[in-house]
Each structure stands twice: as C-alpha cells, then as structure tokens.
C-alpha cells in the first residue's frame, strides 16, 4: 500500500515537472534555436496564436448542467481569461488556479464586474457536477462570493475541447502509464470579443501582470487613465513572460510629461507678467 502510494506520488511529481518544463519551452523566442524535446513532452506545449479569433459558437456545458457556448460570456465590453485544465488533475492544475487565485486576490477588480474568467476542462470524461464542485473549492479559497457570477466552470464533448485548444495552441496528450494527461500551464488573456490578447505562462501570476494584461485586452474599456499611462511605460517580454518597463516609452512619456509642466510654468509666468503690466500701466487721462 505505502509503495503503491510512493509511486503515484512520484509520477504526480513527475507530471508536474513535465508541465512546467512544457511551458517553459512554449516560450522559446521566434528565432531563437529550439532544442528537441524529451520523449515525455512530445505532443505537448504552448503555441501562441496571437489576436486569433476564438469560435464563439463552441458549445460546453456549465457547472449547474446548462448548455452554453462562449458567445455567453464574451459581451463585448469586458475582457475574459480563459484557463485550459482538467478537474482530476493531481496537482499542476491545483497550482495554477492557486496561483491565479493569489494573483487576483491582489487586484480590486472583481470576475462578473471589469472581467470574466472561463475555465474549461480538456478532458471530455468529466462532467458538471465535477466542475461545480470544483468551482465552489476555489471560490472558497478566492473568498469573494460576488465572483460566483464571474467565474464559469465548464466540461463539453471531445470536438468541441479539440477546436477551442488547437485555436489557442494548448497542444496535450494522455499517458496511458500514468492514467493522466500531460499538458503546459498558462492563462490566456482574451479581448472583449473573443481573440486571443496575451499569454500568461507558469503557475504564479503577479498582480501587475494580470492588471496590465485585462487592460490590453480590454482595449480601453477597462481601467483608469493611469492604468492606460503605466501600461504605454511597459511591455510584454514573451521571453521573460511577464511585463517588464519599456525604456524608449518612459522617455517619450517623461519627455510629454517635462513638455507639459514647462508649457503650464511659461503660461502661468505670462499671466502673471501680464497682469504686472497691466497694473504699472498709468491711468488715461480724464
């Protein structure tokens, strides 16, 4: 009992691994020299498809057992994030969705308010009541209830999980060894109608990144004037796969800023020496 334990230990470990090795090697920069991958992660990856329309008209099935499509959540006027995980996973996916947990916790903006968040499972065994009781396990963990309208669960059938994957280039593959699937980790941040805006790698997800990337996506929709300022002062680094400062942007934006206060500094010292003039000029004779 205790080996057979040790081993599917071992081989969860051993999954994990495989996961986030995947998803390190999906961000091998265009041009840059791609090793083979180990026997293990063949079939296995992330292939960014930048601004790809997403087929809304995909039908799945919700945590409460409805039929949907993605069209339901997709309004044109809030950005959505779309995770790709399977419900039994034994612990790559529970990382990733803690992660993003702990990610949003940091954020003010709340799923069902500025943003959406899909979760659809790529397994087409599972079924609803899985994923209800997946959804109420994180959004315990989450502790904001109002974000129960937000966050959808979703399990469908093996066409519809097929197209919305090869869409987004989450390639995966069942070991038949281990009885589990291999697959990379990475949220996709999608725009308000449905294409693909950026790509999120790893299991932890720093709050800035997440701000910055519903932002892009929203496309102006969401976010204040200053997050749309900052968001000119950053780019995304696929390598380093966050938003890092752009140096050539905080120049221009120091460089309008400087031009603004010295423009307001020569305008208020006119008005001031205009008014000096005014007074010192003598009075008209009667």
Not at 77 to 86: A, F, K, R
Not at 170 to 186: G, N, P, T
Not at 192 to 206: H, I
Not at 266 to 282: E, G, Q, V
Request: aromatic share 10%.
């Amino acid at each position: 009992m205790i080996a057979d334990r040790c081993k599917w230990t071992f081989r969860a470990n051993l999954l994990v691994v495989t996961g986030l090795l995947a998803a390190f090697l999906a961000r091998t920069a265009p041009g840059q020299r791609a090793e083979p991958l180990p026997p293990a992660l063949k079939g296995v990856g992330i292939t960014e498809h930048l601004n790809k329309p997403i087929p809304l008209d995909l039908q799945f099935t919700d945590e409460e057992g409805r039929r949907v499509t993605l069209a339901d959540y997709f309004d044109g006027e809030h950005p959505v994030i779309l995770t790709l995980n399977y419900y039994r996973c034994p612990m790559l996916c529970t990382l990733q969705l803690n992660g993003l947990i702990d990610g949003l916790k940091e954020l003010a903006w709340t799923p069902g308010q500025q943003f959406e968040i899909v979760t659809v499972s790529f397994d087409p065994a599972e079924k609803p009541a899985l994923a209800k009781l997946k959804k109420q396990n994180y959004l315990g963990s989450y502790d904001r209830p109002e974000a129960a309208r937000g966050w959808h669960f979703l399990t469908g059938d093996e066409a519809n999980i097929k197209t919305l994957t090869d869409t987004v280039g989450f390639s995966y593959r069942w070991d038949e060894e281990s009885k589990q699937w291999l697959h990379a980790a990475a949220v996709y941040v999608c725009t308000p109608t449905g294409r693909t805006s950026r790509y999120l790698y790893g299991v932890m997800y720093e709050p800035q990144d997440l701000r910055l990337a519903l932002v892009e996506a929203g496309q102006g929709k969401i976010g204040s004037a200053l997050d749309q300022i900052i968001l000119f002062c950053f780019h995304y680094d696929a390598e380093a796969g966050r938003y890092a400062p752009a140096a050539w942007n905080i120049m221009r934006a120091t460089g309008v800023l400087t031009v603004i206060v010295l423009g307001t500094i020569l305008t208020l010292l006119w008005i001031r020496d205009s008014r000096r003039s005014k007074r010192s000029m003598p009075e008209p004779d009667p």
